[in-house]
């Protein structure tokens, strides 16, 4: 079936697949919920200091995997490369606050949209700014629409968003001791951030109190509306959780007593996320809905690595490096997918990253976008999760100076754009302790080749040449 457009713009197409897709009536509504600057130790079922009862049940029932990684470790890039299926490096997403989500991106939103979905995204965007007529968040300004890229632009019906990080606790507020991480704005004072509801709109009800339970009291009324009208639904549910200024209030404190202070507010933070997903899973069972429901779950990049502030917790385990480092602990972070009565309780160890939810989605479907922004950096994981198969294909990054491969078994990393190497076995050596670059040269020399064949290719695609 061939679809025409018009050549100025990138438009959706779909045909669907007559073999293995899944009825109308039966397609499963998706949830991607996703927490800010979440270390691979800041979840219980890998470290029980944390207390995350709800999300260690997702890991009990799901699918949990061990090895799962981020495109980029920050948060800006690996947001765009779960909506777009590509490396951010294609696209101009650099880093954190640099370029936008552009309008020839092909997003999930616009392809479940087309498909009957209803969307909405809720909490942290940082995909573009969200206004032109005043000074919002990190780059908001009058009159600038250079990086102008809200939700409504790209798909989604239902928006409730910040430009980039809140405080945890009373999100619109500049809390105390954070002064600098919030603009050298006075305790108590705004703190030039808002919700944005839509083209102009800002929310300004119900801002008080923890973050996660403010966003989540709009997710809640997004499905219950959906299910009200029978449509499935696509939520993307970003947590600034726990994202600088990590803050909460004494009674989460209090169950990180024995901490520092530092401590309770930022494990205090975490529980207060895991109870809304809690309370998220418990409304898709009162209402018979959570059978037919995918959510994923996962961190956007390691944990903090520096601060401003000076106040820099969470966990990475035993793993090198933090957010900002392309060794594993700044970019192997938890994640999980459940899907109950569908996929059973399972480990995966073999690699899997953010720009493998878009291609697994959409072959879940049974929807074959035609058409759509090609190449791809991600895979349909289902194989993998069903038949244990091994990935089959490399995952690549890049970051400022530093770039990685990673395989089955290696990873390939320079931390100078290639001009020396290091080689690291994570089979045998998770923490990166051993670097074999010159006991396995000819290892070096494939990699080597394949990592920069792909490099080139995203430049070419960075160039624009990859939109019709």
Known sequence: MKTFICPVM???????????????????NIILIMADDLGYGDVGYYNPIIKTPFIDQMAKEGVQFNRFYVSVPVCSPTRGSILTGR???????????????KKEELT???????????????????????TTTETDGNRGRLNDSSHYAPPWMHGFDISFSTESKVPTWDPMITPANFEIEMGNKKPGDPNGNSYWIGEGKKETQNLSGDDSRIIMDRVLPFIRKSVETKKNFFAVVWFHTPHLPAITNAAYRNIYKNYSEDEQHYYGAITAMDEQIGRLRSYLSEHGINKNTIIFFNSDNGPEGDSKAGKTQGSALTFRGRKRSLYEGGIRVPAIMIWPGALPHKEINTPVTTTDIFPTIVSILGVKPENSVQPLDGIDIMPIIKS???????????????????????KLYSPDKGVTFELFDLLADKGEQNNISREKPDIVSNMKKILADWIQSCKLSDAGKDYH
Not at 87 to 101: D, E, Q, S, T
Not at 392 to 402: C, H, N, S, Y
């Open 10 to 28: 990138i438009s959706v197409f779909f045909m669907i697949m007559s073999i293995d897709s899944i009825a109308q009536n039966e397609r499963p």
């Open 87 to 101: 490396n951010p490096y294609r696209y101009g997403i650099y880093a954190a606050n640099v370029g936008h989500l």
């Open 108 to 130: 999930l939103a616009e392809v479940l949209k087309a498909q009957g979905y209803t969307t909405g995204h809720f909490g942290k965007w940082h995909l573009g700014t969200l």
């Open 388 to 410: 244990d198969r091994k990935r089959g294909a490399p995952i690549f990054f890049q970051f400022q100076r530093q770039f990685a491969l990673i395989d089955e078994q290696y």
